[in-house]
């Protein structure tokens, strides 16, 4: 068997192999919710209407879909230069951290300066936990995989560490978590009454801005070239370690901004229990989105409506919520694989 | 003084020697599928499912080797998988290693919650008991470290044998190793490079999936979320701390775990001066200090995460 690349990509193909990834996910998670003794078309529908079925389950899968988002597009940034960052985790949670830090009443300014503020602290906390790693890579030649992937416990722990010491809030009966972020610092409802916040309507500008920054500017183009050769873009000139540290601050600081929307426009304070894995379901999200900033935007929506969906369904039928993420895990292994089908064919011989 | 003295208990090194159990297997596995070429980033989640599936087979009835050949057989059920798609469809090592170990942990969550529904606390299984080894257990200090362990452990110490025996000295080996270096050559030789690749990962898979059955059949009796806790993120520093060699690599093992067995006991020693998320920071920290140390004199294989194709070169 060999594969052999595809003279032209076919839009009819992309989309037709992308329907059988979904359907391949969806048949496989068939397999396992009969084994839980349910109808799997009972149960899907079930998922489809918790993710959507009224105005409450839409908004709940926007407003979890919004973490997504920012740490889809971490990973889409990252991982177009070649840069491995799967450390999403971390860096949310750093810019969790920084949020609480300057929001619970250190900083006492307007809105409109504080929540600007805030978010530069916090992307700039998020990027420099990039960045380590990344030098690590550049300088001395260590695998920023292990590295990334290594901090996201070191940063857990110190969380915990900051929870149940400076940042313990006195009057949280002991549990460890943070004070609340003054009003100041709040990102506003969209309706009024409902989750959905300001945080989700900055995550579309967040995909629109790396949209622009990889099509348009020249640090997409070079960021593009490094993934696709390193060798062959530091040959054209390309210096290809400053790019690379440039990726690191740029994905890390929007993996941070996760952390920050999650505190500032929903939770209102820091728990070690903050983020479900949101960094590590970026990764499935990128790739759902074939590291395309705005495809990121769908991708997290989907991947949000199945978790929300899920959550639901795993309520009123008898199968465990779980089914989530092994739809998500799997639809990201068949998605690779039908991605990989677009650009060449398998010869048999 | 007190904090030196430790070092010189039998119970320390016994802990130690524990402690470094799992992560030997899940080494000796890393290293064999890296030694392939393939670097599999399933580890984590191969752990996982091994743990659960060979402590389930237990709590089922069967018993305990039964149990770890249920693991080792899932370990390697996850690596013909890994190994199907990164090998002769050359998909990124990284993307399905991550997508492995989130399918291999979000099946085994989803599988616990189904077959036990009702438990609020995991039951406990008779695991596997310490095993004197007659005459050898006398010695000081060794003895009881060595040598009253659990039949797992010293399976762990017989697998780095086997696995340096297997690499380097027999033809098997000798095509594992080729395949991780130099593929087309092997090809030449009239050996498929994809059936060398995909044996290799799934005999990795497996013992890393003993790795994880050791936690809940050895360590422990029962099965716990999140149980691996990164121990497959450090096997991974330690095969390139050994620089992908077996001997070395048990010794990486052996050192890290003395290391994480030494920070508990400095934890209790210093009464909670020092926050203890400090402590539990560094194996982390260390599996990373080592990893820049070593960096610059380290010799990947040369085809590590290199997919292969017939006829190219």
Known sequence: MRLEPRAASSLTRSLSLTVLALAAALVFASLLVMAAGANPLTVFWLVAKGAAGSQFAALETLTRATPLIFTGLAVAVAFRAKLWNIGAEAQLYMGAVMTVVIGTGAVTIPAYGLIPLIMMAAMLAGALVLL?????????????VVTTLLLNFIVILFVSLLLEGPLKDPTGLGWPQSEKVIAEAKLPRLIKGKRLHFGFVLALV??????????????????????????????????????????????????????????????G????????????????????????????????????????????????????????????ASALLAMVTAMMLMRYRIRWR | MEAFDILLTASFWAAAIRIASPLIFATMGELICERAGVLNLGIEGIMTAGAFAGWFTVYLGFDLWTGVMIAALTGAAFGLLHGVLTVPLGLSQH???IGITLLATSLTYFTYR???????????????????????????????????QTPLTYLAFVSVAVVAWVLYRTPAGVAVRAVGENPSAVEAQGISVSAVRIGAVMAGSALMAIGGAFLTMSAFNSFFFEMINGRGWIAIALVVFGSWRPGKALIGAILFAAFDAYQVRLQQLTGGVIPYQVFLMMPYILSIAALVLVARRVAYPKALMVPYQKGER
């Open chain 1, 132 to 144: 380590g790693p990344a030098l690590l890579k550049t300088r001395f030649g260590v695998d920023e």
């Open chain 1, 269 to 328: 304070n820091l728990t070690l229990d903050l983020s479900p894995g949101y960094g590590y379901t970026g990764i499935v999200v990128a790739m759902l989105a074939m590291l395309h900033p705005l495809g990121v935007v769908i991708a997290a929506i989907f991947v949000a409506g199945i978790f929300v969906g899920a959550d639901a369904m795993s309520r009123s039928a008898n199968v465990p919520s779980y089914i989530a993420q092994v739809m998500v």
């Open chain 1, 206 to 267: 967040a995909a629109g801005i790396i949209w622009f920054i990889m099509k348009k500017t020249v640090l997409g183009y070079e960021m593009r070239a490094v993934g696709h050769n390193a060798e062959a873009a530091r040959f054209a000139g390309i210096p290809v370690n400053r790019v690379l540290a440039k990726t690191a601050l740029l994905s890390g600081g929007l993996a941070a901004l996760a952390g920050f929307s999650e505190v500032a426009g929903l939770k």
């Open chain 2, 95 to 97: 993307v399905i290693g």
């Open chain 2, 114 to 148: 189904l077959l036990l529904p009702e438990v609020s606390s995991p039951p406990k299984i008779e695991a596997f008991q310490p095993l004197a080894i007659p005459g050898l257990s006398e010695i000081p200090i060794l003895g009881p470290a060595l040598f009253e």
